[in-house]
């Protein structure tokens, strides 16, 4: 399984954009980039994946280095809603196995 | 949105007795996982089921854990013989019907060990 390195935690505003980084050095080539988030007493919660282009849903933006080895989610408008643990967790290709680091606590100021 | 549903939400149980899990996965969902994570701590994939078999397993789902789909809409970990260390918050997740990538999580079963 590719290690990852996130920051401990990261503070935003509210309403500003927030760039949560994520190292994974040792990812292969076939291996997604997913992204999930654990709201406070929840279960985690999917965000976003992607392989190398860039990708956007509803929720946030993903930005992969061209060399794969890092990316970085995007939350364009940080809400107190978005307060959480953000996983990044690189996914071995054909297997059905995700495996969470320590992730990165985001807080959010009013 | 469709939800995974975990009963109960606590459980509580003497150490060294037999604890059965329950989820309901969403329905058309054809991948199913179990993770825990005790409190504090990161979240731990103990298993991934598919097919009726299991697909992948971490070195903390030893001989004590199993699982099963008893009825093609119930989803169980069971723990033989609990231990206090078993003491976790334990997610089902589900994913499929078009979107394998994306697991959907249950809220959680709070297991306390005394």
């Known amino acids: 399984d590719a290690k990852t390195t996130q920051p401990n935690s990261m503070e935003s505003n509210e309403e500003e954009p927030v760039h949560l980084p994520c190292n994974h050095s040792?990812?292969?080539?076939?291996?997604?980039i997913h992204w999930y988030r654990q709201l406070p007493s929840q279960g985690p919660e999917y965000v976003i994946h992607?392989?190398?282009s860039n990708v956007n849903n509803r929720m946030a933006s993903l930005a992969i280095a061209e060399d794969r080895k890092s990316s970085t989610l995007i939350l364009h408008r940080a809400t107190l809603r978005d307060a959480a643990v953000y996983y990044c967790?690189?996914?071995?290709?054909?297997?059905?196995?995700?495996?969470f680091g320590t992730g990165t606590r985001l807080k959010v100021l009013a | 949105e469709p939800e995974v549903t975990q009963t109960p939400s606590h459980q509580v149980t003497q150490m060294g007795q037999e604890v059965i899990l329950r989820c309901v996965p969403i329905?058309?969902?054809?991948?199913f996982y179990w993770y825990r994570q005790i409190l504090g701590q990161k979240v731990e994939f103990l298993v991934s089921?598919?097919?009726?078999?299991?697909?992948?397993k971490s070195e903390i789902f030893d001989d004590q854990f199993s699982v099963e789909r008893p009825d093609g809409s119930n989803f169980t970990l069971k723990i033989r013989s609990t231990k206090l260390e078993d003491s976790a918050m334990y997610f089902c997740?589900?994913?499929?019907?078009?979107?394998?990538?994306?697991?959907?999580f249950g809220s959680g079963t709070q297991l306390s060990v005394l």
């Open positions: 997740a589900s994913s499929g019907d078009g979107s394998w990538e994306k697991l959907f």
């Open positions: 040792t990812i292969s080539g076939t291996d997604y």
């Open positions: 992607g392989l190398t």
């Open positions: 967790i690189p996914k071995l290709s054909g297997t059905y196995k995700y495996i």
């Open positions: 329905s058309n969902h054809l991948y």
């Open positions: 089921f598919y097919n009726n078999e299991i697909s992948e």
